[in-house]
């Protein structure tokens, strides 16, 4: 798993340097490909980033946020609706602490940040791309 994760790395940043788009963060394609055969998973992390944003949104009209704040902003309220939604989901405390909806827990938020500033379809354009990227790799190199 930590060679897939350095691996993503280094493709997310080639691609970042090549194109200036980011595909989700440096990090984020890397867990994605990881989670590639899960797709339920993938698609709740989506979704909560896309909520994430939303909140931002509405957050943005009485608040001031930008920079680092409005970062953090992105990270807790990622975590704070993974955890809802997963308590949600898993009523049984048991399930709740050790079955997971998405996908770590900062990457929807890290998902979010970045579909705010470069779009939704940028961005989840290029995590495709990139994601894929990984996979393939992974699996020339027999991983």
């Known amino acids: 798993m930590s060679e897939l994760l350095i691996l993503g790395l280094l493709i997310s940043l080639i691609y970042t340097e090549a194109t200036g788009i980011s595909p989700g963060g440096i990090i984020v394609p890397a867990y994605f490909a990881i989670y590639f ?4 998973r993938i698609m709740s992390t989506l979704a909560i980033s896309i909520i994430c944003v939303l909140f931002i949104k509405l957050i943005s009209r009485f608040t ?3 920079g680092r704040r409005k970062f953090a902003v ?7 609706i993974k955890i809802l939604v997963s308590y ?4 049984n405390m048991f399930a709740f602490y050790h079955l997971s909806l998405t996908i770590g827990y ?3 938020g890290l998902l979010g940040s970045q579909i705010e500033k470069q779009g939704l379809l940028t961005t989840l354009s290029s995590l495709g791309i990139v994601t894929l990227l990984i996979h393939l790799s992974s699996i020339m190199i027999g991983g």
């Open 37 to 40: 055969n899960d797709p339920y």
């Open 74 to 80: 992105y990270i807790i309220l990622g975590i704070v």
């Open 64 to 66: 001031i946020l930008y």
């Open 106 to 108: 900062l990457i929807p």
């Open 88 to 91: 949600i989901a898993f009523d």
